[in-house]
């Protein structure tokens, strides 16, 4: 079973198997958690990124799809890129949030990763209301079938801390 914990500060500097990057789909870094994420990881992160563009993702990576590249500089095998949909009033896109928890574990499964630590993805430039954007993370890891052993929201600030520990409690 896969245990919820919470912590409050900046992801680039959790000690864990993978760290989640909430990617624009370029793959090629960009600000919040993804430009955080390039930079304290260093240019391995962006090197993959373009390879894997050059290959498999011509287009970009699809909103709520995953994919895994080293973690360069971090304290952590790899980094799972996923990229979150932007927040729509006029559209239901939660399923889309819910995938890429999903598909992140998927990833970090496949990979071997026991401890995984996850932003709260697409809350930021993306609009995400954090009450939501917490129900659909926390239900979905909660939900899916992973041999992780642990999953670590890393919030970056009290307020988001404390919307996800109640949607945790």
Same mark, same amino acid.
């Given at each position: 079973?896969?245990?919820?914990?919470?912590a409050?500060? +900046?992801?680039t500097?959790?000690s864990? +198997?993978?760290?989640?990057?909430?990617a624009?789909?370029s793959?090629?870094?960009g600000?919040?958690?993804?430009? !955080?994420?390039?930079?304290?990881?260093?240019?391995?992160i962006?090197?993959?990124?373009?390879?894997?563009?050059a290959?498999?993702?011509g287009?970009?990576?699809p909103?709520?799809?995953?994919?895994?590249?080293?973690?360069?500089?971090?304290?952590?095998?790899?980094?799972?890129?996923?990229?979150?949909?932007?927040?729509s009033?006029?559209?239901?896109?939660?399923?889309?949030?819910?995938?890429?928890?999903?598909?992140?574990l998927?990833? !970090?499964?496949?990979?071997?990763?026991?401890?995984?630590?996850?932003?709260a993805?697409?809350?930021?430039?993306?609009?995400?209301?954090?009450? +939501?954007?917490?129900?659909?993370?926390v239900?979905t890891?909660?939900?899916?079938?992973?041999a992780?052993?642990?999953?670590?929201f890393?919030?970056f600030?009290?307020?988001?801390?404390?919307?996800?520990?109640?949607?945790?409690?």
């Amino acid at each position: 079973m896969t245990t919820i914990t919470l912590a409050l500060g +900046d992801i680039t500097r959790e000690s864990v +198997d993978a760290i989640v990057n909430a990617a624009n789909s370029s793959l090629l870094g960009g600000g919040g958690v993804d430009g !955080a994420i390039h930079r304290r990881g260093g240019p391995a992160i962006l090197e993959e990124c373009r390879k894997l563009r050059a290959s498999h993702y011509g287009k970009g990576l699809p909103t709520g799809q995953a994919v895994a590249t080293t973690a360069g500089e971090l304290d952590a095998q790899w980094v799972i890129h996923t990229v979150g949909p932007v927040f729509s009033e006029s559209e239901d896109r939660s399923e889309l949030l819910a995938s890429c928890y999903r598909e992140s574990l998927r990833v !970090a499964d496949e990979l071997g990763a026991r401890t995984v630590a996850f932003p709260a993805i697409s809350t930021g430039v993306y609009r995400w209301p954090m009450q +939501d954007a917490a129900r659909i993370a926390v239900e979905t890891v909660r939900s899916t079938e992973t041999a992780v052993e642990e999953v670590r929201f890393v919030l970056f600030d009290e307020r988001a801390y404390e919307v996800f520990a109640a949607q945790v409690r």
